[in-house]
């Protein structure tokens, strides 16, 4: 079973190439995904990288983590499931306004 992983601290000019490249390098990458900010298209400097097994997965870490790429040392470690951040949800509470009573 595939495993995906969180790489940070990357470069700003870090490609998904450079990306599968390294990790390539360790066993076989499905994915790559540098995440990059909606308004100006530049990397964040963090991404995802899915590999073919859990074993592959543990060697990467165990390889990367913490070496330096592109004068950045990498911290590489197994992607967790995005949070529910939810929608802000209802306040709750009666808002009238007080009446006077005759």
């Known amino acids: 079973m595939s495993t995906k992983l969180y790489v940070g601290n990357l470069s700003f000019s870090t490609s ?3 990306l599968e490249s390294i990790f390539g390098r360790i066993g076989t990458v499905l994915s790559s995904q540098i995440i990059e900010d909606r308004e100006t298209g530049r990397s964040r400097g963090f991404g995802f990288i899915e590999m073919s097994s859990r074993e592959e997965a543990q060697n990467a870490i165990s390889s990367l983590n913490g070496q330096e790429i592109d004068g950045r040392q990498l911290t590489v470690n197994e ?5 529910n951040r939810g929608g802000g ?13 005759w």
């Open 16 to 18: 998904n190439q450079d």
């Open 79 to 83: 992607a967790k499931p995005r949070e």
């Open 89 to 101: 949800g209802n306040r709750g509470g009666y808002g009238g306004g007080s009446r006077s009573r």
